[in-house]
């Protein structure tokens, strides 16, 4: 299972270097396996923006989107994106305003993904722009009455509180890098000695630090829940059947826990392995993270019982039309095998408390994510071809919706954009807070000490 | 614990803080700023007389004044926002008379410069019941007095005039569909492609009235040929029909004409007396478009897809 690393044999713990060295070390090299990773990123972000950059020349007219599915799939993921970064918010304030300490080390991956997360967000809507050009137009001629408005500052908004919240806690460990990381090339020394801000870890520096903290991760919650309530309204201020709900603002927001807690629990296990870090990220976490999945897929599940069982009661004239084709029409493959792999398995399999070990969880997770992403195709789409006067006089292909090569390769970029940024992020900041990881391991004492120590050091 | 004398690392990390808190809070409170920008000049004690819109002489203080933010917009953009006084437009649509000519279709794509399956007016094959006869109906935009398109535009370049009309400003228009979700009437078309046009056809002056040059990524929809009315003439479609099915006039007047016999009546009336009716009143949507109901129908049965070949997209 957890092989114990070379330098730290102790099992019980371990001291504040030894925490600080293990948690270090993946920073000290960057391995083959690395560069690789990086470059094929790169490769599928150079061919999105080829395959964009055609989009910009042809038109929109490259994706399968027509006037009766005016929406498609970069709507879909701009919704996705937005729903996984919401687990920046849930993991790093609301667990932490609930004082769960055991998700602690996990708060800076969370943090990493709801920034990668929320920047291919917001270059989701642009894709989806017609005249992408005239993006200055939101701001010099902007209507408060919309809610692409609302839109466009609440995740501009996000964005920089999420950038905020990932970088308050990483000072201290940045000025850990600065003292620490002295074999790493000059750009990255500059890069820590620019961002650590002068830390030195005095009593009034860290009464600001969790001060400001504090602040922040108040202040988080109520944009969190605005950005993904009114990324809902996009769609339920309509009056069309399958948008038009009430509940449409919390449903999205259980979702988004569900999928950014399975984003997570993928990362979790891939850097655990990666970086060597069993110590830090036990099985207990893993147990707890899933834990919460289920949670959040409950309170999902309990949404989607509400959204499709009471118009399927009723069964009025269109919404009848529009759940005949989610149920057994045309969506219904996708639709059962979305509810039941991505909702209803992994919630029965997480009861178990094997099923809750990395290795199962990790595949849970995977399957869980995937039909995130189906879910939010099968809201934003289908509904579109059920508008109130048939459809008629149009090219036949304007009755169906197929994404195009386009449209995948610029999702696909997307999706490598977002792990890029977390990939480059953990390059160079250590993925599980060090300071932290001392403070709950009662052995901050010493931190704080050495801390001072060096200052004098360095000064003399 | 003995420097804690005064540091100027420990001064930039506070004011780090402090701006990064206000940084968030900026953000947020940009869109105020942004809306309440103006100039003012400062209050000198001296008052100037104005004359109101209402014709009434007033004295305000000077530092009062707040000069009238306007936006730069070709004349043809500017007089397009403007209504044309007085009217307020109104379409009445007999579905007892419509033949299915398609004459309408092929007027808008004419005047608008569109590809046949864009026409802003669609004829429709109804049958609301499987013993019912069938039906055709012309949907052009609804002109909605409540319209939701409007609502939800984010930059103002789709708006509701004085005289009732829908309009679209493309020069504006940043192609984001949310009005084609908005819209229960499916009125709305976009330009997914680059419209084909001459380099000299696509520089042409944009007439908002006309809407073209049409322009890619952007909205096109029914005006109810806003050009048209502006000189006194009636719309193309309704021009355009053999078979008397439209009616286009003015509510204020209280008449509608005929497009094909030129006959004028009373609307209140004509919607009276055969039993007038709009489309979903249930959405508060208020459209101005009204339809008589298709009495004596007459037209045979012709498969939906019948015109299917003339609407075909072709793909370069």
Known sequence: MSTPVTTSTLPQAPTFEQVREDLIRPLHKNTFANKLWIRFLIVIIILGAIAYGHQLIKGLGVTDMRDYSAWGVYIANFVFWVAVSLIGSLISSILKLLHQNWSNPLSRIAEMIALGAITMAAASIVIDMGRPDRLQNVVLHGRLQSPILWDFFVVNTYLVISIILLYLPLIPDIAILRDRMTDSPPWQRKLYKALSLGWHGTQEQWRLLRRSMIVMIILILPVAFSIHTVTSWLFAVNSRTGWHSTIFGPYFIAGAFVAGSAAVIIAMYVFRKRHKLQQYITDRHFNMMNKLLVLTMLLYLYFNINEYLVPGYTWQRLDGEHLRELFLGHQAPLFWLTQILGLVAPIVLLL???????????????????????????????????????????PKHFLEYIPTYTEYVISAATLAGAMLIITLLVRVFPVVPIWEEAHDRGINKIFKAEKTSNIHENEA | MKDQQHNPTNDSRRNFLKQSALLGAGVVAGAGVLASCSNQPAGSGEKIKLLTATGELVEVDPSQIKRVRKEKLTELQERGREGLTGHHWTWVIDLAKCKNARKCMDACVGAHELKPYQSHINVLQMQDSKSGAPYYMPTPCFHCDNPPCTKVCPVNATFKRSDGIVLIDNLRCIGCRFCIAACPYSARRFQWFEPDYTEEQKNRVYDVELNVPQKKGTITKCLMSADRLRIGKLPYCVSACPNGVYWFGDKLEDTVTNGTTHETVKFSELIRDNAGYTYFEDLGTKPQVYYLPPKNRTSPYVPVDKFQEKYEEKRG
């Open chain 1, 352 to 394: 178990f408390r094997r099923m809750r070990k990395p290795l199962p969880s990790l595949i849970i997770s995977i399957f869980v994510l995937l039909g995130a992403w189906m879910k939010r195709m099968l809201i934003v789409i289908p509904t579109q071809f059920h508008p109130e006067f048939p459809i008629q006089n149009v």
